[in-house]
């Protein structure tokens, strides 16, 4: 007999599907929303921060801290690999390509990145959203410290069209005290002021697209001081 503790139970080819590739959730409808018609981007930052308030409306935003709060989030250790900003949030992660998908289209986001009066900013022909999608909550005491996020390269769709991540999406679910995603300009002539932080607050419902990758502004995460932070986050994805 085998000395007791050394054998393991066999794990089903199942069970181990499952720890390598969590279940997709199950996410709400994107509904109730206003007509992609009756929304805006808003230039905050030209050619690189951009705004669309009420992308979700209220009730949706609720339906979807309810539902994200049954998620199993994770809280980021404090301790970042060597070169990785301080993250302190909760959060989920996941490969969902029809949840892109159905954000892209349904929520307006493709219309308006489509309209949008100058579509060279966005570095390409727009293919839509990165299946990577994030969740974070952010609770009192929580931020993210100044980073840059990275482009990412990435086969999308069922033809695995080359691709690139070009710009950040953040959709705030809760307004919040603190937790402002702050935007540091650089100094472009030396002796110059040093330019005011753009701040952003989250506001339930905006959705907030920046550029990312060479030319991503130095950018954090506010600590928030109270309420709950709850942003989703994806990317643009364009033709490489
Ligand atoms: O939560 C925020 O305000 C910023 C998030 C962020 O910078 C990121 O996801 O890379
Ligand atoms: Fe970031």
Redesign the pocket.
């Known amino acids: 007999m085998a000395p007791r503790g050394k054998q393991k139970p066999a794990k089903s080819a199942a069970s181990i599907k499952e720890v390598v590739r969590p279940q997709v959730p199950n996410w709400p409808p994107l509904t109730p929303l206003i007509p992609a018609e009756h929304l805006a981007l808003e230039t905050l930052c030209p050619g690189q921060i951009l705004l669309v308030r009420n992308l979700f409306t209220s009730n949706l935003c609720k339906a979807y801290v309810s539902f994200l709060s049954a998620l199993p989030l994770n809280t980021t250790p404090g301790n970042p690999k060597r070169g990785e900003a301080v993250r302190v ?1 909760d959060r989920f992660q996941i490969e969902d390509t029809v949840f892109a998908r159905m954000l892209w289209e349904q929520s307006g986001l493709q219309y308006l990145v489509e309209s949008f009066e100058d579509p060279t900013i966005f570095g390409g022909k727009v293919l839509g959203l990165n299946p990577n999608i ?1 969740v ?1 909550r ?1 609770r009192p005491g929580h931020f ?1 410290d100044p ?1 840059y ?1 990275e482009s990412n390269r990435l086969q999308f769709g069922e033809e695995k069209v080359p691709a690139k991540t070009t710009w ?1 999406l ?1 959709i705030y679910l809760t307004t919040c005290e603190g ?3 702050a935007f540091y300009p650089t100094v472009r002539k030396r002796g110059e002021k040093t330019p005011d932080p753009i701040m952003v607050e ?1 506001e339930a419902g905006m959705g907030l697209l920046h550029k990312h990758g060479e030319d991503c502004m130095l ?3 506010r600590e928030v001081t109270s309420g709950e ?1 709850w ?1 989703l ?1 994806s990317d643009l994805v364009v033709e490489r």
């Open positions: 949030n994030r974070y952010y993210f980073h996020d950040t953040l937790g402002e995603t989250p950018h954090a995460g932070k942003v986050r």
